[in-house]
Every structure is written in structure tokens, then in C-alpha cells.
């Protein structure tokens, strides 16, 4: 019995796409249910209309408590969660099945987004989507972390892992993964796809990215600490390091005019880690080329590197959270 759960908020621009993509599967779910989070703009409603059970919580409590929720109102032996704003390809379901039934030893499956998005909200989007497919279509096969926008787990699994930490609205697939990894074997697999429709604007992005590169210090101590393998990286470390050190040296070229001391060269340095950073990982900047042209792809190391500054002053920030627990409180 396979029992699909949608977590949703305020997603009715894209939630009817969603719910017909599961309703329209190769393999039919045996039940949907739609954990509204206190939704305000009829979500709820369109689940309905679709014939979906629908779980209401009564106030906004994030993803983590409505997964929980979802799992606590399905039956299903393999509970399949799904975001709100992804459609799925109609064998989505079918693949994940088929690789579950193949091996009784894998306890989770899950998939990568379709190149294209749900809804084409402009170059933003694209930016996250291309980067979202390209890491993750890296890692296809055998690994240690999870993303849980398309993901068919065991129930079996999910009850030894134990519930969602609903403390977390940021990086709850991190965290979950951690516990994941030391319970069963995980797939990622490039047979179940979704079309995602993504953030497009850049503020609420880098308020995202800002958000969840907090916590990840913190996060990986504690993976360590529970003895699972390293999980897969959205982005390359050389990249991270290049970005790290070009803001490190700024500091000192910044600084320069106001001591008297300026000169052009001290901004080399700056510049050498710059161009680091965007041929750190050649692969990527080809990958985007293919898809979108040569423009697309200066444009899409501008925003990478944008989004490596925000990630970077997060990590840095989080570590010295990590050192000084008062303080962070």
C-alpha cells in the first residue's frame, strides 16, 4: 500500500498541478492526503475538489509538523512525500516502487526535478532549478542524505528513524538524513522526476540561503557525532573555499584608502579568488551553457557567486554560534 503525503502552505498556484500529476500516475497511490498548514488562500480546498483527504493543522507549524502529521494519518507501508510545488512525470511512483521491491534493503528512494520548472517565473528560477538538477544529478546511485520534495520511504523506517524534528523549518532534510543514513541504504535515482516550480525572486532566495546556511555547521557536527558518512553537497568546497578567501581579502583592500595605503594591486587578490571560484567547478558552467546559452550561464555564476557570499558569512556565523552557545541565545 503506498500512501502519498503533500505538505502544504499557501500553495494554490501550483498545488492542483501537483495533486493531478499523483492522481494521474502509472501506479495509483492507494491514498493522498494533504496536510494543510493552516493554509489562508483555499488550498485546502482544491485538495478537496480533487478528492484528496485533507489533514488541517490549526496553526502554521512548518513542514517538519505537517510530515509528521501526514505520516500519523496514513497506513501506507510506503509513505511518498511530496511538496506541494512539484508535479511529478506519471512513473515516478512506479520507478521508486520498483527500486524498493528490488532490494528489501533500501529504505528510501528519491528523485531529482525535471530541467524545466512548473511554472516559468523568469532567470531566478531557472538559476535554481539548473543548480538544483545539476547537483543532484551528480550523486545518482547509493547516498547519505535525502531531499524530501520527492521521496518514497518504508514506514517500517520511518517508524525506527523516529518523527520529523518540528523544531526546525530550515534544513529539516539535513537533519533527518543524518538519522536516515545510519538506519537503512538510500537511493537517489534519476527515474523519479518531478517539474518544481522555485523561488524567483533573489531577496527571499539569499533570506533562504542565509537561513539554512546557519544551521549547517551545527548540523554536520552532530552527523559526525552519530556516525553517518559524510552527506552530498549542493556546492563544490573548492568553490566555497575560493569565496571564503576572496571575502577575506577584501578586507584588507577595503581598508587600504582609508589607512592611506591604497593601490590597484591590492584588489588582485580579491579578483585571482574571484576567477577561482568560477572555474572551480567547470562541469556546472557547462552543464548551464547546454541548457540555456552562453548568456545565461554569465548570469548564472553572477547569482552562484552571490548566493557562495551569503552561504559563506552563514557558515562563518553559524560556527561561532557552535563555539559560543550563550551568546546564541
Not at 26 to 52: F, H, K, N, Q, Y
Request: glycine residues 6%.
Amino acid at each position: 500500500m503506498i500512501s502519498v503525503v503533500v505538505p502544504c502552505y499557501n500553495a494554490a498556484k501550483t498545488l492542483r498541478l501537483c495533486l493531478e500529476s499523483v492522481l494521474a500516475q502509472t501506479l495509483r497511490p492507494d491514498e493522498i492526503v494533504v496536510v494543510d498548514d493552516a493554509s489562508t488562500d483555499g488550498s485546502a480546498a482544491i485538495a478537496e475538489e480533487l478528492g484528496c483527504r485533507v489533514v488541517r493543522l490549526p496553526e502554521n507549524r512548518g513542514v517538519s509538523a505537517a510530515r509528521n502529521a501526514g505520516i500519523d494519518a496514513t497506513t501506507g507501508d510506503v509513505v511518498f512525500f511530496l511538496d506541494s510545488d512539484v508535479a511529478l512525470r506519471p512513473d515516478a511512483v512506479a520507478n521508486a516502487m520498483e527500486i524498493l521491491a528490488r532490494d528489501p534493503e533500501i529504505g528510501c528512494v528519491h528523485g531529482v526535478y525535471d530541467t524545466e520548472p512548473l511554472i516559468d517565473d523568469g532567470p531566478v528560477e531557472w538559476y535554481r532549478i539548473l543548480h538544483a538538477v545539476y547537483w543532484r544529478s551528480r550523486y545518482v546511485g547509493e547516498v547519505n542524505s535525502v531531499v524530501f520534495a520527492l521521496a518514497a520511504i518504508r514506514r517500517d523506517v520511518l517508524l525506527a528513524v523516529g518523527r520529523f524534528d518540528e523544531r526546525l523549518r530550515d534544513c529539516e532534510d539535513v537533519e533527518y538524513g543524518s538519522r536516515l543514513a545510519v538506519n537503512t541504504r538510500i537511493v537517489l535515482t534519476d527515474t523519479v522526476v518531478g517539474r518544481h516550480d522555485d523561488g524567483s525572486r533573489l531577496l527571499p532566495i539569499l533570506a533562504e540561503q542565509w537561513r539554512r546556511a546557519l544551521p549547517l555547521i551545527p548540523l554536520a557536527v552532530t552527523r559526525v557525532r552519530r556516525g553517518a558518512s559524510r552527506g552530498e553537497q549542493a556546492n563544490s568546497p573548492a568553490g566555497i573555499l575560493a569565496c571564503g578567501l576572496a571575502l577575506a581579502s577584501l578586507a584588507p583592500a577595503a581598508a587600504a584608502p582609508v589607512l592611506g595605503l591604497f593601490h590597484p594591486l591590492l584588489f588582485a587578490v580579491p579578483a585571482v579568488f574571484v576567477a577561482w571560484f568560477v572555474l572551480a567547478d567547470p562541469a556546472i558552467i557547462r552543464f548551464v551553457h547546454r541548457q540555456r546559452g552562453p548568456a545565461f550561464a554569465a548570469y548564472f555564476m553572477t547569482v552562484h557567486l552571490v548566493m557562495h557570499v551569503v552561504l559563506v558569512i552563514g557558515l562563518a556565523v553559524g560556527s561561532l554560534r557552535l563555539l559560543s552557545p550563550a551568546r546564541a541565545t
